[in-house]
C-alpha cells in the first residue's frame, strides 16, 4: 500500500510554466499523486500537448495562456484557475526565461529587465495572487499551503554572463525565505527548487555545445544530466501532509554537481 500522505486526491495544484520541462515533469508526478493540474504558459500549442499528456493520467487539468510578468494577464489567470478547480493548494512559479549569454559590461537594460520581469517580478505577481487566497482560506478554517519556486543552481554560483539571471534566481531564494516565515501561521509552507544541468528547451542550446557537454558532464557525480522526472518526486513530497513541517527548504536537485 502506498505511503498515504502522498495520496493528493482532491488537492489543485498551479504550476507556471507547466507546459514543457522541469514544469511538466512535476505536473505528470502530482497528476499521478491525484492533484488535479492547472499549467499556465505562454505557447497555446504547448499547453495543449501538454494537457493530452496529462490527461491521460487521470485528475482534472486546464491550462492557461499566461505571461507571468503581466500583472494583470496573472489576476486573471488566477481567478480562472479558481472558477475552474474551486481552490488552489499548491502554487509552483515555475517560469522562466534564460539571458542572452552577453558580457555584463554591454548588457543592456532592455535585457536586464527582460529577464528580472519573467523570473522574479512574475514570481512575485504569481506568489501574491496565491499567497492571499491561501490566506483567506485559512482565516476561513481551511488551512493549507504550498509555495514553489523553482530557482537555480547559477543562484549559489558564479554564472558568468549571466548575472541578471542569477540576481532574480538568488533573489527567490531570499523571498521565499520570507514567505515562509509569513505564511507560517496559516499553513503554508514555501520552498525553492535549485535544479542543476537538466535537459529542457531553454536549456539546449548548451547541449547543443560539445565543448560544455565534455566539460559540465565530467563535473557531475551522477554521471548523467537532469531529466524533467527527476522533479515529480519532491514536488509530491512537498505537496502532501508529510512536510507539513518542513518549510524554507532550498532543495538543490542537481547529480552532486554542487559538491565536487
Request: glycine fraction near 12%.
Amino acid at each position: 500500500m502506498a505511503f498515504k500522505p502522498f495520496d493528493l486526491t482532491g488537492r489543485v495544484v498551479l504550476i507556471t510554466g507547466g507546459n514543457s520541462g522541469i514544469g511538466l515533469g512535476m505536473a505528470k508526478g502530482l497528476a499521478e499523486a491525484g492533484a488535479e493540474i492547472c499549467i499556465w504558459g505562454t505557447n497555446p500549442e504547448k499547453n495543449q500537448a501538454a494537457l493530452a499528456q496529462l490527461a491521460e493520467i487521470g485528475p482534472k487539468v486546464t491550462a492557461s495562456v499566461c505571461n507571468v510578468a503581466d500583472e494583470a494577464a496573472v489576476e486573471t489567470a488566477f481567478a480562472k484557475t479558481l472558477a475552474d478547480h474551486g481552490r488552489v493548494d499548491g502554487c509552483f512559479a515555475n517560469a522562466g526565461v534564460g539571458g542572452r549569454g552577453t558580457g555584463f559590461d554591454d548588457m543592456t537594460l532592455e535585457e536586464w529587465e527582460h529577464v528580472i520581469s519573467v523570473n522574479q517580478t512574475g514570481v512575485f505577481f504569481t506568489f501574491r495572487a496565491a499567497a492571499k487566497h491561501m490566506r483567506e482560506r485559512a482565516e476561513s478554517g481551511d488551512g493549507f499551503g504550498r509555495l514553489v519556486g523553482t530557482a537555480s543552481l547559477a543562484a549559489i554560483s558564479g554564472q558568468a554572463r549571466g548575472e541578471h539571471y542569477a540576481a532574480a534566481k538568488g533573489g527567490l531564494i531570499s523571498m521565499i525565505k520570507a514567505l515562509a516565515v509569513e505564511y507560517a501561521r496559516y499553513n503554508v509552507t514555501a520552498h525553492t527548487l535549485l535544479p542543476g544541468w537538466i535537459e529542457t528547451d531553454m536549456t539546449q542550446g548548451a547541449f547543443d555545445n560539445p565543448k560544455f557537454v565534455s566539460n559540465v558532464s565530467k563535473r557531475i557525480p551522477a554521471r548523467r544530466w537532469g531529466v524533467p522526472e527527476d522533479f515529480a518526486a519532491i514536488a509530491i513530497y512537498i505537496m502532501s501532509t508529510a512536510s507539513a513541517y518542513h518549510t524554507a527548504e532550498t532543495f538543490l536537485i542537481d547529480g552532486g554537481y554542487d559538491s565536487f
